[in-house]
Nanobody, 117 residues
Framework: QVQLVESGGGLVQPGGSLRLSCAAS????????MSWYRQAPGKERELVAT????????RYADSVKGRFTISRDNAKNTVYVQLNSLKPEDTAVYYC??????????WGQGTQVTVSS
């Protein structure tokens, strides 16, 4: 049974930081590219960051470049995203995603990040 369990969300002031974690189980984690998406109220879900299966390649949305860092630990079956210099517009539910191809595309349940003073 595939599971992706996010944690680390919360309320933070503008300019603050958070680290989100996503613990994976039920599939061969090291074979999957992993991503973080987010969805703000009334908006479509958008890709935030992606990391390749081996961790050697990363990509970011323009809106988060230089502020967010995605990483993974294949020994722990966990992917992370460090959120720095947070802005109110970063407020959203953040979702972990595992991509092993069209038949192997999994989502976590999401974790809320709220940036507000």
């Amino acid at each position: 049974q595939v599971q992706l369990v996010e944690s680390g969300g919360g309320l933070v002031q503008p300019g603050g930081s958070l680290r989100l974690s996503c613990a994976a189980s039920g599939f061969t984690f090291s074979n999957y590219a992993m991503s973080w998406y987010r969805q703000a109220p009334g908006k479509e879900r958008e890709l935030v960051a992606t990391i390749s299966s081996g961790g050697g390649s990363t990509r970011y949305a323009d809106s988060v470049k230089g502020r967010f860092t995605i990483s993974r630990d294949n020994a722990k079956n966990t992917v992370y995203v460090q959120l720095n210099s947070l802005k109110p517009e970063d407020t959203a539910v953040y979702y972990c995603n595992a991509d092993g191809g069209p038949k192997y595309f999994y989502w976590g349940q999401g974790t809320q990040v709220t940036v507000s003073s």
